[in-house]
């Protein structure tokens, strides 16, 4: 049958998406898989990472409360010590081990080195926290800005197939261009639909990881005065 007698439901299923992938040469078919397969990651960093978040934020929260409540250290240590701990409550419980770790020797010492000790295991533990938070960011942020250059490369071949194609047939009809302009497209379309949003929540996600930072290192730093007050008072 003559290509220009077919209906238009043959010619738009000779263009659908499906049509594209499976036709594509193979250095843009992978473009294709890698770019989506990226996406789909990145879809779950950003899923797994908005529930973290959230988490942490709560936690915090509960955490401020309970710790400005008036009751002793001591029996919020208690309290928290046998907990799965997140953020604050987590550089609160292992301040406390620190201090009481350090009881024995500071009696027989002094308290001179306790709150260098304690201000040290309060920072490498708020490390340790924005580690978790902000692990696999970074590959929200390399999708983000190699997506469109990925894709921008299937553009490449692919208009390079359309020249080849005119040089073959030595037409320039739209049925031997479009092919390959088509295919350039989609890839360009992949490599956007998962850098867009892998950019988004990065920058978001970040932002967020800062404050919370901030959040962490203001209550390490009232902790440690409180710790300081209490070693004068027993100095």
């Keep these: 049958m003559d290509q220009t007698a077919q209906s238009p439901a043959v ?61 002793s250290l001591e029996d919020l240590y208690i309290a928290m010590s ?46 340790k926290e924005m580690g978790d938070l902000e692990s696999r960011l970074l590959f929200l942020a390399t999708v983000g800005s190699a997506g469109p250059f990925i894709g921008l490369f299937g553009t490449v071949w692919g208009i390079m197939t359309s020249f080849q194609g005119i040089a073959a047939s030595g037409q320039t ?15 360009t379309a992949i490599g956007l639909v998962a850098a867009i949003p892998a950019t988004i929540f990065y920058n978001m996600y970040s932002a967020d990881a ?5 959040r962490l290192e203001n209550f390490a730093d009232e902790f440690s005065a409180i710790i300081s007050r209490q070693l004068d008072e027993r100095a």
């Excluded at 292992?94 to 309060?122: D, P, T």
């Excluded at 009809?173 to 890839?187: K, M, N, Q, R, T």
């Excluded at 800062?210 to 901030?214: G, V």
């Design 82 to 127: 046998n907990r799965n701990l997140t953020g604050m409550a987590s550089i609160f419980v292992s301040a406390m081990q620190e201090w009481k770790r350090s009881q024995g020797a500071a009696m027989r010492a002094g308290f001179a080195g306790v709150q260098k000790r304690i201000e040290k295991v309060m920072d490498v533990q708020i490390q």
């Design 173 to 187: 009809s739209l049925a031997v261009v479009a092919p390959g302009i088509a295919e350039a497209l989609f890839a």
């Design 210 to 214: 800062a404050k919370i930072s901030t």
């Design 11 to 71: 010619q738009n299923a000779q263009v659908s998406l499906i049509h594209l992938l499976l036709n594509a040469s193979w250095p843009v078919f992978l473009v294709m898989i890698g770019l989506a397969l990226a996406s789909f990651w990145c879809w779950a960093i950003i899923f797994e990472k908005f529930y973290t978040f959230r988490k942490v934020h709560a936690a915090n929260d509960r955490f401020e409360q309970s710790f400005w409540s008036g009751q």
